[in-house]
């Protein structure tokens, strides 16, 4: 009774000793890493110290892979835009170096409308696509990267000249751990080790589902928005007959050879789309009329074709075919907002 005593009594008083070859971070301890614990059991025997009993274990860190992808907002496009901007931050949250592949997908939106995605390290993380790092080229995946450490990336793609207003292209950008060791080049996809523990580096996949990932898959991904914000265009043209030379302006009048013919265009706007600018008119007139120079062309008028102000080109010969050409700028066309030209001809 006497002994057990003593050696519970020791074993109160035990010495644990801890050994790693570097400290713990966020990501965990370092795969690959031995631990070794030693305890010391001192005691006595009828009241005499005797040498202390000790004993080691001895074991290997194992690799636990994990990372993430985080959309770092969203952006507004505009037609027939190129090097549009979709910023990520892609972390290692392994607890060893690894390579990052990339890949992009469209996950919503028409297709048709966007392309030509590309990846690019963004180098000073300002979330834009410098000219030094469109110089510097697109990556297929991010080389070493140390445990808990996070990379500014930019997804960049091109928009499409028939994307409409409000229109949306969702985009993911996936990361995959690829083993790391030899710099400049993809390693192989990680993949989780089979069965029991073994005495070597064993690999677990530890990462959470994306939005287009599963979980423990190696992998994650996170998505980002391309909105377009782009002018909603409605033109129309119209014609009225002004006179004629049998009923003059009277109500009688008809479409016969030398009666004034007005010609209204009208560019309206859709509300809540993006503001219209450079708007520029171009109508080749056809063979069976005449251009009435005294009325001139009229820009900028209402929805009715009133109230313009005289501008304008007149090109005779100058159009396709060799037709008369009627040119002429309009101001920007706002949401909402309808602008118009018109002009007279004289039918032969």
């Known amino acids: 009774m006497r002994t057990s005593k003593q050696l519970l009594g020791a074993v109160s008083a035990l010495a644990l000793v801890a050994m790693s070859s570097t400290p713990a971070m966020a990501a965990g301890t370092r795969a690959g890493n031995t631990i070794q614990n030693t305890v010391t059991v001192n005691y006595n025997v009828s009241g005499v110290a005797q040498s202390a009993a000790t004993a ?3 074991f290997t860190v194992d690799q636990r892979v994990n990372l993430t992808v985080t ?4 952006t507004t496009v505009a037609p027939n835009q190129t090097n549009r901007v979709l910023a990520f931050d892609v972390t290692n ?10 890949t992009v997908a469209l996950r919503t939106g028409n297709a048709a409308n966007i392309g030509n995605f590309r990846v690019f390290r963004d180098t000073n993380g300002n979330r834009q696509l410098d000219a030094a790092e469109l110089t510097a080229g697109p990556i297929t995946f991010l ?18 000249i028939n994307a409409r207003n409000a229109d949306t292209f969702d985009v993911a950008l996936t ?8 710099a400049g080049t993809l390693g192989a996809r990680l993949q989780a080790t089979a069965g029991a523990n073994t005495a070597g580096v064993d690999t677990v996949l530890f990462d959470g589902a994306g939005v287009s ?8 991904s996170a998505q980002g928005r391309y909105t377009v914000s782009g002018a909603s265009l409605t033109v129309t043209k119209t014609s009225r007959i002004i006179s004629d030379p049998v009923n003059g302006t009277g109500a009688g009048r008809k479409a016969i050879p030398g009666a004034t013919i007005e010609y209204c265009i009208t560019v309206a706007n859709a509300a809540g789309a993006a503001t219209a600018t450079n708007v520029a008119i171009l109508d080749d007139l056809p063979a069976d009329v005449t251009y009435l120079s005294a009325f001139g062309i009229l820009l900028n008028g209402d929805a009715a074709c009133t109230n313009g102000t005289a501008g304008g080109t007149f ?14 700028s309009l ?8 602008r118009s030209a018109y002009f007279r001809v004289v039918i032969r």
Request: charged letters at 20%.
């Open 56 to 58: 080691s274990d001895t």
């Open 71 to 74: 959309s770092v907002g969203n």
């Open 93 to 102: 949250t392994s607890n060893s170096i690894a390579d990052l592949n990339l």
């Open 143 to 160: 080389d070493e990267v140390a445990e808990d450490a996070t990379v500014a990336v930019l997804v960049v793609s091109d928009i499409g």
């Open 175 to 182: 990361a995959a751990a690829h083993a790391a060791g030899t």
């Open 213 to 220: 990932d599963a979980a423990n898959d190696g992998a994650f």
């Open 315 to 328: 090109a005779a010969g100058g159009g396709t075919g060799g037709r008369d050409r009627i040119t002429g």
């Open 331 to 338: 101001s920007d066309v706002a949401a909402g907002q309808t």
